[in-house]
């Protein structure tokens, strides 16, 4: 199975009508025109567009702000996109834990929160996200919520990697979560990879802000990638580039949940070090796993914890250099459900190959830094999917009504 991003060149009048707002939207969100002004840009006929706002304005999508001056004639209406005509939701569920964040059209959070998940079968999920969605909405100062973003560790639909233990979601099928989702939450779904999702919301506003080709590495549970190549994340055929945490990156090294040996996430990942602890007898399955335990032992110069840092720095230098080889980023950026400091510290551990494309004297960003998006990021980011297909004309999502269409 496969997923099909929705085409952007319409096929049919509806679709025309549905990239023509989003043209129009994307162009008003980046600076207030009149009618004829975002006509002459977008290459449409006055008609058209007078339609189309005459259509955002009812839906409260736009604004107007007053008229322009103008040498003679009636002056032009002024418009404005309105972030707060409509909010999205964005949900990140991982293996052990439900997050959910409401944000405006402008991308700002407008309430955000997160539960442990004691079970990821997906009618009890899907069902807490329905709790969640209700409860967000009945407390939303934003009564119109246009659609929800549903992001997930990958692979999608792969033999071999799908059931990779602990990092993996068994049984969440990419072929009917999307109807299952919308039936659900009553409210389109836009489905991504946690990491993808992640990288977009760095990007949207966070430490890749500007930047237009970055890769980001998302702790999760396991350690994803999200590629963003000049606006543009790269998805690869089957929704599924940027699975890195099983790039082998110790030949003959530990044994990975997918069957190979030296995967990239059994050295980096929050899991991975939640393992080493709990194999050295320092900690219990319980305790090992929260930010406060990781925090203080950081703060301690615990021994086990700085030994797991030098390890997991020493597999993701390596890591690292090879992305940049391939990818040629501006920066590559950390975030996710790893606390801030630890971040840091592992960071300040890098030992970057100086053979790389990125070791330059002329660089203007970091090689490697910290995301700002904090542990959000990827239900940020999926609240981001839902905003980039009602105003961006170029950053489709995965719009999965019909997963098994023809291409
Ligand atoms: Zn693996």
Same mark, same amino acid.
């Given at each position: 199975m496969s997923f099909h991003p929705q085409q952007i060149a319409g096929k049919n009048a509806e679709k025309t009508k549905a990239h023509n707002r989003r043209v129009v939207l994307g162009y008003l969100q980046t600076r207030d025109s009149g009618r004829a002004e975002i006509a002459k840009a977008a290459g449409l006929s006055t008609q058209t567009v007078s339609n189309l706002m005459a259509e955002l304005e009812t839906e409260g999508l736009v604004l107007?702000?007053?008229? !322009?001056?103008?040498?003679? &004639?009636?002056p032009p209406v002024v418009y404005t996109f309105n972030p707060a005509g409509a909010a999205a939701l964005g949900f990140e569920v991982r293996p052990d834990m439900l997050t959910m964040v409401l944000t405006d059209l402008g991308g700002?959070?407008?309430?955000?929160?997160?539960?442990?998940?004691?079970?990821?079968?997906?009618?009890?999920?899907?069902?807490?996200?329905?709790?969640?969605?209700r409860q967000a909405a009945a407390n939303s100062p934003i009564? !119109?919520?246009?659609?929800? &973003?549903?992001?997930?560790?990958?692979p999608f639909g792969v033999e071999g990697l799908s059931a990779a233990g602990a990092t993996t979601l068994p049984g969440w099928d990419p072929a009917t979560l999307p109807t299952r989702a919308e039936a659900a939450l009553g409210l389109p779904v836009h489905i991504d990879k946690d990491a993808t999702a992640a990288a977009l919301a760095e990007g949207m506003s966070g430490a890749a802000q500007g930047l237009?080709?970055?890769a980001f590495l998302y702790f999760g549970s396991g350690l994803g990638l999200g590629i963003v190549a000049q606006g543009q994340p790269l998805r690869g055929a089957f929704g599924n580039a940027g699975e890195v945490g099983h790039v082998i990156i110790h030949p003959n090294g530990r044994a990975c949940d997918c069957g190979n040996h030296g995967c990239l996430e059994q050295y980096v990942s929050r899991l991975s070090v939640q393992r080493h602890l709990i194999a050295k007898g320092h900690l219990t399955p319980d305790t090992s796993?929260?930010?406060?335990t990781l925090l203080r032992l950081l703060a301690d110069q615990n021994p086990y914890l700085t030994e797991w840092l030098e390890t997991a720095a020493e597999a993701l230098s390596r890591a690292i250099g090879m992305l940049e080889n391939l990818f040629d980023p501006q920066s590559t950026v950390l975030g996710g459900a790893l606390p801030d400091a630890l971040i840091d510290a592992l960071i300040a551990r890098l030992n970057l190959p100086s053979g790389s494309v990125a070791s330059r004297a002329d660089r203007t960003t970091p090689r490697v830094q910290r995301g700002t998006s904090g542990r959000f990021t990827a239900a940020l980011g999926a609240a981001a999917l839902v905003i980039h297909n009602t105003v961006t004309p170029r950053l489709d999502a995965h719009r999965m009504e019909t997963p098994h269409a023809p291409d």
């Open positions: 107007r702000t007053g008229r !322009r001056a103008a040498a003679r &004639g009636q700002t959070a407008l309430t955000s929160q997160h539960i442990r998940l004691p079970q990821t079968d997906p009618e009890f999920v899907l069902a807490q996200m329905a709790a969640l969605a009564a !119109r919520i246009l659609g929800a &973003g549903l992001v997930i560790p990958g237009p080709t970055y796993g929260t930010d406060a």
